[in-house]
């Protein structure tokens, strides 16, 4: 026999350096992290080196708190004059309000910044730039509410960026309390009423999200003041709901909004470290409970308000049964009131091979055995 030739796969030489440069994914920007130890002394420009900055948190926001704190001190040596902080403060607002995902990123970085940077000219220091800034696209909301698609969609980035703003920059008093802005919080409420007004479908979108960002905040707020804003938004989405001419979709999201700030925001507030579950304080506390049916096919719970009445009844219907098994075994021998009523007629051909069954049945014992007469 012929033995099995065995094939030897070719040996391919890899074309790998180990001196080859580090890779980097497409569009990824390694500038910052070769260089930014050495400040922005290697950068031709104070904007090529905070934007190269800004690029790199958008990629990698867990850096955040690693390298921040040396931005902030190479942004202290660099911006030494009232234009350089205006840019540093228009890089920052424009990144986070043109890059979707960077407006919560933008707002912690301009919080960190208004408490870091010491430069503070007679124009004013980060935090009161930046305001002024928010302020001038603030003073255009009624316009841009209303105006061309690519308006709104910026005016909308302008809003979420701003909601973030409210819930990350810290003020901090004289004695060492941290407050929100209360500007802010004005201008949010503003921004609402300009969105309600011009109920196209992105802008009640553009609501959805803003109140799903700072609702719970906006409304603790408003009640330490006596105030009953959020009532009046509520009361507005339910009439946009009814008269506006917004899609079927929109205004599912109007809905689920309002169920949610009747939930307390998605809140749990505990009043204690344990409470026993009841069906008062635990929405889920008939998740798990059987399903039964009345007699007329009706499904009902232990949720059922009714549940004690027509439980009561299904036992009492289970009292016609009592002399069958759970297989379904007939214990009860003939004259059953039950079985009284039901049809016991066979179908003639079944009737006629269940005779001759049984007639030959006669003729065998239980081993198969002819018996003989």
């Known amino acids: 026999m012929a033995k099995p030739q065995v094939v030897v796969a070719p040996v391919l030489m890899s074309k790998l350096s180990v001196n080859a440069p580090e890779f980097y994914p ?35 926001p867990g850096s955040f708190e690693t390298e921040i704190e040396q931005f ?43 408490h870091h940077l010491t ?26 509410a209303k105006g061309d698609e690519v308006t709104r969609k910026r005016f909308h980035a302008f809003v979420l960026f701003l909601g973030e703003l ?89 809905l689920k909004l309002v169920e949610l700030r009747s939930s307390n925001w998605g809140r749990v507030h505990a009043t204690s470290t344990y409470r026993e579950a009841t069906p008062e304080n635990d929405p889920n506390y008939f998740m798990n409970e059987p399903t039964f049916y009345t007699s007329d096919g009706v499904p009902f719970t232990a949720a059922d308000p009714d549940y004690q009445e027509k439980y009561q009844e299904l036992l009492e219907r289970e009292d016609f049964f009592p002399d069958y098994e759970e297989n379904g075994t007939d214990l009860s021998g003939a004259g059953d009131p039950y079985l009284d ?21 006669e003729l065998f014992d239980l081993e198969g055995h002819l018996i003989l007469p």
């Not at 009523?341 to 049945?361: G, H, Q, R, T, V």
């Open 26 to 60: 497409s569009g990824y920007s390694s500038n910052y992290t070769e260089s930014y130890e050495d400040g922005c002394e290697d950068y031709p420009t104070l904007s090529e080196y905070v934007q190269d900055f800004l690029n790199h948190l958008t990629e990698q």
């Open 72 to 114: 902030a001190e190479t942004l202290n040596g660099c911006v030494t004059t009232d234009d350089a902080l205006q840019e540093l403060v228009e890089l920052i607002y424009q990144q986070a309000t043109s890059i979707p995902n960077f407006s919560y990123m933008g707002a912690r970085l301009c919080n960190y910044l208004s």
């Open 119 to 144: 430069i503070s000219p007679q124009s004013g220091n980060f935090r009161q730039l930046l305001l002024q800034r928010c302020r001038t696209e603030y003073e255009v909301k009624d316009q841009a």
């Open 166 to 254: 409210y819930l990350n920059l810290e003020i901090k008093g004289t004695n060492g309390q941290v407050t929100r802005a209360d500007i802010l919080q004005v201008g949010l409420r503003e921004l609402l009423n300009a969105l309600f007004s011009n109920p196209m479908d992105d802008n009640l979108i553009c609501a959805v999200k803003l109140l799903k960002l700072t609702g719970s905040v906006l409304e603790d707020a408003w009640k330490e003041k006596g105030k009953m804003d959020m009532e009046e938004i509520i009361q507005r989405i339910e009439n946009v709901v009814l008269d506006a001419n917004c899609s079927r979709d929109v205004k599912q999201m109007l």
């Open 341 to 361: 009523d039901i049809d016991d007629e066979m179908d003639p051909e079944i009737e006629e091979a269940y005779e001759k069954f049984c007639l030959e049945s």
